[in-house]
């Protein structure tokens, strides 16, 4: 299997994560028309043969193949969760631990389903999805938190913590507050419908890197003009975000468009890489995995300066990797891209005409 390397031949920068978040499956349906589906609306579709993933087996699996991950191996992957009692909370472990992840901490409960979700594609490709509230990723508690670190004997200033969606917020904060006594690089993500409950628990103040989208971005700027522009909503954003953390990293992505990065008192938006699209869901945790790979081998966040196309200057950075990987992710129908690794990151990047800086193109000298 295809993996990437470190820039520093002798190691990553980080060579554990430990995540929480949703584990489930679901369906897909394609709706006739690019409208939005209404309140009361009843709409014909066709139901697909793809298959749709939920946050946290996403960006895990993303990375972990990236990476090569597996118990003996260079780099360790520990996700945090639940399944039902049924054929499919079998098989998601199945693949879990078929992409090289540890899956000691993956629960069967015995009383609620895996997780499910319906997701709608329109026309155009874009689209959502709903997800089952009452599943068993709902019942992922803080005591789940508690009993890995338990047994945690791992240098923690190695180690990312991933807090995303799916499972309670009390349960992220948790793993949030454990990454934080350990030394750990917190990842973290939220909902609209969370942010209030998450700044309540102090979610953005232990958070060292937020992932969020447009629309989120614009729920905490407080924005409620659905016609405001991107740059707007994004300043807005981090001005608030700064107050309550001003050393954290927030990565915001925009579609079809791009994302932006800042930190500190920079921002640099970083273009999509154009490609043939067939589904756009899982792109946004497809783009947050290559990111965080790209953190783990080394690459900066940041080149100095904002493109508006993304064949103006070599890749250089982490963000470009994600971008790279959210690019392929689009080109299969499933929310999972099985066929993803690093051959296939670096066959995408040249089949896009786009060129790679000295260090970029290091970390796929062993594809």
């Known amino acids: 299997m295809s993996a990437l390397k470190p820039l520093n031949t002798n190691s990553l920068c980080f060579n554990h994560i430990v995540g929480t978040g949703g584990i489930g499956a679901g369906i897909v349906f394609s709706l006739d028309g690019n409208h939005t589906l209404g309140?009361?609306?009843?709409?014909?579709?066709?139901?697909?043969?793809?298959?749709?993933?939920?946050?946290?087996?996403?960006?895990?699996?993303?990375?972990?193949?990236?990476?090569?991950?597996?118990?003996?191996?260079?780099?360790?992957?520990?996700?945090?969760g639940k399944v039902g009692n049924d054929i499919?909370?079998?098989?998601?472990?199945?693949?879990?631990?078929?992409?090289?992840?540890?899956?000691?901490f993956v629960s069967v409960s015995l009383e609620s389903p895996t997780l499910f979700s319906v997701c709608f594609l329109?026309?155009?490709?874009?689209?959502?999805?709903?997800t089952s509230s009452n599943s068993a990723s709902n019942l992922v508690n803080e005591e789940d938190i508690n009993l890995f670190f338990d047994d945690y004997q791992l240098d923690g200033k190695k180690g990312i913590v991933l807090?995303?969606?799916?499972?309670?917020?009390?349960?992220?904060?948790?793993?949030?507050?454990?990454?934080?006594?350990?030394?750990m690089f917190n990842v973290g993500s939220v909902l609209s419908s969370e942010i209030a409950s998450f700044e309540k628990q102090n979610g953005f103040k232990l958070t060292d890197l937020l992932a969020i989208n447009i629309d989120e971005a614009q729920?905490?700027?407080?924005?409620?003009?659905?016609?405001?522009?991107?740059?707007?909503?994004?300043?807005?954003?981090?001005s608030k975000l700064k107050k309550m953390n001003p050393q954290m990293i927030v990565l915001i992505?925009?579609?079809?468009?791009?994302?932006?990065?800042?930190?500190?008192?920079?921002?640099?938006?970083?273009?999509?890489?154009?490609?043939?699209?067939?589904?756009?869901?899982?792109?946004?945790?497809?783009?947050?995995?290559?990111?965080?790979?790209?953190?783990c081998c080394g690459l900066p966040l940041f080149k100095g300066y904002s493109n508006t196309e993304s064949n103006q200057s070599p890749l250089q950075t982490a963000v470009e990797l994600g971008t790279a990987l959210a690019s392929l992710s689009v080109t299969s129908a499933d929310t999972i891209h099985e066929g993803a690794d690093a051959a296939s990151v670096y066959k995408?990047?040249?089949q896009a005409g786009l060129t790679m800086s000295d260090d970029f193109s290091k970390i796929f000298s062993n594809k």
């Open 39 to 80: 309140r009361n609306e009843s709409r014909l579709g066709d139901l697909e043969p793809f298959r749709d993933y939920c946050k946290q087996h996403i960006i895990m699996h993303y990375i972990a193949i990236l990476l090569n991950a597996g118990d003996n191996a260079v780099f360790q992957s520990f996700p945090i």
């Open 88 to 104: 499919e909370g079998k098989r998601l472990k199945e693949m879990m631990n078929e992409a090289g992840m540890n899956i000691k």
């Open 122 to 130: 329109y026309s155009d490709r874009s689209g959502g999805n709903i």
């Open 163 to 183: 807090a995303v969606p799916e499972v309670p917020v009390e349960t992220r904060i948790k793993l949030l507050q454990k990454g934080k006594e350990f030394g």
């Open 219 to 238: 729920r905490i700027a407080g924005i409620e003009d659905k016609n405001s522009e991107s740059a707007d909503i994004v300043e807005k954003c981090i």
């Open 253 to 295: 992505t925009d579609g079809a468009n791009g994302c932006y990065c800042s930190r500190d008192n920079q921002l640099e938006f970083t273009p999509a890489i154009k490609t043939k699209v067939v589904s756009t869901a899982g792109a946004g945790d497809a783009f947050l995995a290559g990111t965080i790979t790209g953190i």
């Open 348 to 350: 995408h990047i040249q």
